[in-house]
C-alpha cells in the first residue's frame, strides 16, 4: 500500500485507509477505507457481522489493526486505547451502555478524569453539565441518579460524558435500538445541534430507513468489505442501499391480504410473574389473539415481554391470573402440554434456547415430532425418515447449507432462524408466539421470515409477534397492544398500508409509560 506523504485534506478530520482486523477464522476487516468529514453526520450500514463495529472500536482505540492506518486531521495515530482516542478527538456511545447506576449524573461524566483529583465541588459540576446539556439539547438533571433515568436519558449521559472530554468525533453504535419514537427523534435532534457546532458523527446502524433520515453520507459494509464509499444519503435509493448490503434485491412491500379473525385462540388474563431476579416483570396483564390475525407486542426492551412469553409458553411460572390456548389452561404446564395443544415458540434466543447448537439441522427439525409416526417407529427412531423430512424443510424453506446433517452452530443467524420457523410452522400451529424473530438478521433474510409469519396467518393460525421494531409491529399486525413496566398501556388496531402519524405518536407514548386512556383524554394523539 502506498503511504507516501500527501497533502492532507482540509475538509477530512477522520481517515482509515487500508485497515485490516482479524479474529480466529474471520477477516472482519478487509482492507477497508473509511472518511469522516468536519461537520457531518456519516452513516455506518451494513448487516450484522458485516464488520461495521470492529472498524469503529479500531477507530475508537479498542482494537489494535493488523494493517492499514488511521489519520486524524491530517496526522497518522495510534491508539493503544480508548482513552488515547479520546485525546485526539474521538469518543465513542457504545450499544450497551457503561454507567454505574447508584451514582449521579454528573459522578457518572467524571468518572475515570485526572481532574478533579483530589477536591470535588459537585454543585460546580453540576453547573457545569447543565450548561453543557443545554448547550447541546440534551436535558437531563445532573444530580439525577442514573437508575431513576429512563433509558434515552441514560444515552444523553453517555453522549455528554464523550462531550465533557471534548471529542469532536462521536460514533454512535446502534443508538436507537433501545429506545421509543419519540426518544429516536430526540437523538436525532441532538445530533444534528452537535453538527451545527462543528462536530462530526458516525452513526453506526442496520436500519435503512434511519440511515436516510439522519446520515449526509452512507458508507456500506458487507463481510468486511466496502461495497459504497461516502455516497451521499439524499442520491441513494432504499433499495440500492439494501440490495449494496446483501448482494441482491429486496422487497420491501408487505403482501398482507385482508384477514377475518376467528375465535380468540390464546387467552392471557391478569397474569403476574416474577424475572429472574424475582421482581415482579408482570402486573396484572392481559391480552388475547384470535385465530387468522398477527398482534403485535410493542414496548422498549427490558418491560416484561420476554418473561409473558415465557409464561405463554411454559417456560416461567405464573403467579397469578391465568393463560388459556383453545379454552385449555396452558399456565404452570410443562411445555410438552403446550406442544400437544397446538403451541409453536420461537424464543428470542436462537441459539441457546431455540436450538441444540452441536445436534444437525435434521436432529434439530424433528425436536417436535419424534415422538410420533413415521419418524418413531415403535419407540426406535427412523432416520431415514427424519433425513427425508429435513431434506424437505431445507428445500421449502430456503435453507441455505451443503446438507442437512451439518451442525446448526455453522450456520448464519439467517439460516438458523429458518430452521426454528421450519420445525415450528411445520407442525402446523393453531398459535405462534415469535421472539424478536427478525433480530440481527439482514434485510434479506428478515424478507423472508416475514413471509413466513404471514403464511402462519393466512393459514388461520393466531400469531402473536413480539418485537422492539416499531416498523416491523405496524407493517405485519393487525392490532398491536403496547407493554411498559408489565402492564398494557393499550391496544390499537392497525389498517391502511401506511400507518398516519397520530398512531406512531401514541405508540410512542404508551411505550414511554402514558395508559391510551390518558392520552385520548388530553387529545394529544387519537386513533381509533
Known amino acids: 500500500m502506498n503511504t507516501s506523504k500527501t497533502a492532507p485534506d482540509p475538509s477530512l478530520v477522520v481517515e482509515m485507509r487500508g485497515i485490516v482486523k482479524r479474529f480466529p477464522g474471520v477477516l472482519a476487516n478487509d482492507h477497508v477505507d473509511f472518511e469522516l468529514r468536519h461537520g457531518e453526520i456519516h452513516g455506518l450500514l451494513g448487516e450484522n457481522g458485516a464488520g461495521k463495529s470492529t472498524l469503529m472500536n479500531v477507530l475508537a482505540g479498542m482494537y489494535r489493526q493488523e494493517a492499514g492506518i488511521i489519520l486524524v486531521n491530517g496526522e497518522p495515530k495510534n491508539f493503544s486505547s480508548p482513552r488515547d482516542a479520546i485525546n485526539f478527538g474521538i469518543g465513542m456511545v457504545h450499544q450497551h451502555f457503561m454507567l454505574v447506576p447508584s451514582q449521579t449524573v454528573t459522578e457518572n461524566v467524571l468518572l475515570g478524569l485526572d481532574d478533579p483529583r483530589f477536591f470535588l465541588r459537585l454543585p460546580d459540576y453540576d453547573l457545569k453539565i447543565a450548561e453543557l446539556g443545554e448547550r447541546f439539547g440534551l436535558k437531563v438533571d445532573p444530580r439525577a441518579k442514573i437508575w431513576q433515568l429512563s433509558v434515552g436519558e441514560q444515552q444523553r449521559v453517555e453522549i ?103 375465535e380468540i385462540v390464546l387467552d392471557v388474563r391478569d397474569v403476574h410473574a416474577d424475572n429472574d431476579k424475582g421482581l415482579p416483570a408482570l402486573r396484572g396483564l392481559s391480552l388475547n389473539v384470535r385465530a387468522g390475525e398477527i398482534v403485535g407486542l410493542a414496548g422498549v426492551a427490558g418491560n416484561g415481554q420476554s418473561e409473558l412469553s415465557q409464561v405463554i409458553s411454559g417456560m416461567r411460572e405464573c403467579k397469578q391470573g391465568k393463560v388459556t390456548l383453545g379454552g385449555d389452561t396452558v399456565s404452570n404446564r410443562t411445555t410438552l402440554f403446550g406442544i400437544q395443544h397446538g403451541m409453536a415458540y420461537v424464543p428470542e434466543d436462537r441459539t441457546h434456547v431455540g436450538s441444540a447448537p452441536n445436534l444437525s439441522i435434521t436432529d434439530n427439525v424433528i425436536m417436535k415430532k419424534y415422538r410420533k409416526a413415521p419418524i418413531s417407529n415403535r419407540g426406535l427412531l427412523d432416520m431415514k425418515v427424519a433425513a427425508k423430512l429435513a431434506n424437505e424443510l431445507k428445500q421449502a424453506y430456503d435453507i441455505v447449507v451443503p446438507n442437512v446433517s451439518t451442525p446448526v452452530r455453522l450456520l448464519s443467524g439467517g439460516n438458523l432462524q429458518r430452521v426454528i420457523l421450519a420445525r415450528e410452522i411445520s407442525g402446523l400451529p393453531s398459535f405462534m408466539v415469535a421472539v424478536q424473530p427478525t433480530r440481527g438478521l439482514d434485510v434479506g433474510a428478515i424478507e423472508g421470515v416475514h413471509r413466513l409469519l404471514l403464511s402462519q396467518r393466512e393459514a388461520g393460525a393466531a400469531v402473536l409477534l413480539v418485537s422492539e421494531e416499531l416498523e416491523e409491529l405496524l407493517s405485519l399486525s393487525d392490532r398491536v397492544y403496547v407493554i411498559y413496566e408489565g402492564k398494557i398501556m393499550g391496544e390499537v388496531a392497525i389498517g391502511g398500508e401506511v400507518p398516519d402519524e397520530n398512531l406512531v405518536e401514541t405508540i410512542g407514548q404508551m411505550m414511554t409509560g402514558t395508559p391510551l386512556e390518558q392520552i385520548r383524554k388530553e387529545g394529544v394523539a387519537s386513533h381509533d
Do not use: W
Open 160 to 262: 455528554l460524558k464523550m462531550l465533557y472530554r471534548g471529542v469532536d468525533v462521536l460514533i454512535m453504535d446502534e443508538p436507537t435500538a433501545v429506545l421509543a419514537p419519540q426518544e429516536i427523534e430526540g437523538l436525532f435532534v441532538t445530533l444534528r445541534a452537535m453538527v451545527a457546532q462543528g462536530k462530526s458523527v458516525i452513526f453506526i446502524s442496520h436500519k435503512l430507513q434511519e440511515v436516510s433520515a439522519i446520515a449526509d453520507r452512507v458508507t456500506v459494509l458487507r463481510r468486511g468489505v466496502v461495497t459504497a464509499a461516502g455516497v451521499a444519503s439524499k442520491g441513494v435509493s432504499r433499495q440500492e442501499l439494501a440490495r449494496l448490503m446483501v448482494g441482491r434485491d429486496v422487497i420491501f412491500a408487505v403482501d398482507k391480504k385482508p384477514c377475518q379473525p376467528g
